[in-house]
């Protein structure tokens, strides 16, 4: 896969199918448009995902974004479904005013040789959002690119599939209805760090990961997980938060405990799927109540996955 981030000389390779917009998270309702774009690319079109590197609404509000997929996990998921091409275009002034017929005239017909453009109907672009589907529908002709429009993906109750829907649910814990909307576990992917060591001492060690201020986390408690160490996925616990009972100050993050595991995984980047809320994060008044609780939780995701057969 070619992967352009932070550059204006992008390139698809030759005559190309198009997707376009932010994609945090690839849930359901984004995999209705790739889903179109991979079958574009059996007809011999390069499949090009184009977004923006950092969300323009950070870039223009000055926010730090709270992200479904940081831009590695993005790029890894897209590469594993054999995407030819992922672009994660600059967004700064100049490219904010930039005028829609622009955008489509230089950019998706120029630059990407666009014979196909896929978006969803409330697709928007260029300044202030002028672009939309209309006026990509009316240049399509002039420009010499066929046009694909997916209305919203929608769940049972009748809610549009999106990523401020889901991160809402994220938000309450509700790991269960997460994972459904997305397609797959959500997860985070950090590198491990030490800790500790705390739990080393009476048998049950873990890896400690702080995967950044722009990835959304459910909130502090402990969960069910599974965590892949170089493609093997193993059972595991995850406790999300800043560890109360321990003495010392403590960034918020995950601590894991992987079922019969026991290699170095120090400086790795590790994989930790979320999949069910358990109990929320606890402050013990000593730490013989939370050396029992632990291994409380290690029985509680070891019956979970017995459930789940």
């Known amino acids: 896969m070619k992967y352009f981030r932070n550059t204006t000389e ?6 190309s199918a198009v997707t376009l917009g932010k994609f945090d998270g690839l849930h359901r309702g984004h995999q209705v448009l790739t889903k179109e774009l991979f079958q574009a690319g059996r007809q011999g079109l390069r499949t090009v995902v184009f977004t923006f590197g950092t969300h323009p609404r950070a ?3 000055g926010h730090v974004p709270e992200l479904l997929l940081t831009n590695e996990q993005k790029k890894e998921l897209l590469k594993a479904q ?8 600059p967004f700064n002034d100049r490219i904010s005013r930039m005028a829609p017929t622009e955008f489509i005239e230089r950019i998706l017909c120029e630059q990407l040789q666009a014979k196909k453009i896929i978006v969803g109907t409330d697709f928007g672009f260029g300044y202030r959002r002028a672009g939309n589907v209309e006026l990509l529908r009316q240049m399509s002709r ?14 049972k109750e009748g ?3 999106s990523s401020t829907y889901i991160k809402g649910l994220l938000k309450l814990g509700h ?6 909307l997305l397609g797959y576990p959500y997860s985070l992917r950090a590198e491990v760090v030490h800790g500790n060591h705390y739990g080393r ?3 049950m060690p873990t890896i400690n990961q702080f995967p950044g201020p722009e990835k959304l986390l459910p909130p502090n408690g402990v969960y069910v997980s599974r965590t892949i160490v170089d493609g093997i996925s193993y059972q595991s616990v995850t406790n999300i938060g800043i560890k109360p009972t321990i003495e010392g100050t403590y960034p918020r ?3 894991t405990f992987i079922q019969e595991f026991n290699q170095d995984v120090y400086g790795k980047i590790v994989e930790v799927q979320l999949y069910s809320y358990a109990r929320p994060e606890m402050k013990f008044s000593s730490k013989e109540q939370l050396i029992g609780q632990m291994y409380r939780d290690k029985q509680s995701s070891l019956d979970y996955w017995k459930n789940q057969k």
Request: hydrophobic letters at 35%; aromatic letters at 6%.
């Open 142 to 155: 002039d420009c010499g690119y066929e046009l694909v429009v997916r209305e919203k993906l929608k769940t």
């Open 82 to 89: 054999g995407l030819d091409v992922l672009i994660e275009y």
């Open 201 to 203: 001492t009476f048998g």
């Open 59 to 61: 870039q223009v509000e």
């Open 253 to 255: 993050g995950a601590e």
């Open 175 to 180: 790991m269960e209805q997460v994972n459904g």
């Open 10 to 15: 992008i390139t698809a390779g030759g005559d």
């Open 159 to 161: 809610i549009d599939i």
